[in-house]
């Protein structure tokens, strides 16, 4: 039973363009959530995160909206960088929990 | 400031022998850790948590086990390793009383032959 869910396992996009990455979840008492970046043979590295008393975040190049009714968040890039290639993690969590369920990941791959 | 460190970085292991990987956590006390696996179309699984000395939850059932015998020492094991128990596996912790995030390891590949 997959709680959080990316339905796109990989995504190409232009240099300067803006990246997309989408995030499911099912569990309705999910509150936190966060978006990671993995290199190959590396351990993730965290990139932003989203309370649900919030719709959006934003640092930088990297902004993250959240839409509660439709169980759905998503990472905007922009512009897109061929250093953001990476694979993109997203993962939520409830209050009184002590841990994160991540989703499959998606593969960006930013073209030059 | 707080590191995190995982050992080794590569393992070979042929089927039916034991595994032990280490994860220690260094500048902070009594944190949550955690192990992950991310297997080929799997994501991050998590294996592990613990919340103090002794304390462990498992996620999963399968052919591993976790103990942590000090504060800020999470260790991964098996008995037994299977061809199925191939991946990478990340130690990962977060600071206590609340989850903002983790702050993994450089994790380990495992691959079981």
């Known amino acids: 039973d997959q709680q959080v869910k990316q339905n796109s396992p990989s995504l190409s996009v232009q240099e300067g363009r803006i990246s997309i990455l989408n995030c499911d979840y099912t569990?309705?008492?999910?509150?936190?959530f966060l978006w990671y970046k993995k290199y190959p043979a590396e351990g993730p590295t965290f990139l932003i995160s989203?309370?649900?008393?919030?719709d959006k975040n934003e640092d930088g190049r990297f902004t993250v909206f959240l839409n509660k009714s439709a169980k759905h968040l998503s990472l905007h890039i922009v512009p897109s960088q061929p250093g953001d290639s990476a694979v993109y993690f997203c993962?939520?969590?409830?209050?009184?929990?002590?841990?994160?369920?991540f989703g499959t990941g998606t593969r960006l791959k930013v073209l030059a | 400031s707080q590191t995190i460190h995982q050992w080794p970085a590569t393992l070979v292991q042929p089927v039916g022998s034991p595994l032990s990987l280490e994860c220690t956590v260094e500048?902070?006390?009594?944190?949550?850790l955690y192990w992950y696996r991310q297997a080929a179309g799997r994501g991050l699984q998590l294996l592990f948590y613990?919340?103090?000395?002794?304390?462990i939850s498992s996620e999963v059932p399968q052919n591993l086990s976790a103990s942590r015998p000090q504060d800020r020492q999470f260790i991964l094991s098996s008995k037994k390793l299977l061809l199925s128990d191939s991946g990478f596996y990340l130690c990962?912790?977060?600071?206590?009383?609340?989850?903002?995030?983790?702050?993994f390891g450089s994790g380990t590949r495992l691959t079981v032959v």
């Open positions: 500048g902070t006390s009594n944190p949550n």
């Open positions: 569990n309705s008492m999910f509150d936190y």
């Open positions: 993962a939520a969590s409830s209050s009184g929990t002590y841990k994160y369920i």
């Open positions: 989203i309370s649900s008393i919030k």
């Open positions: 990962a912790w977060s600071p206590t009383g609340g989850l903002r995030g983790y702050t």
């Open positions: 613990s919340v103090g000395i002794g304390q």
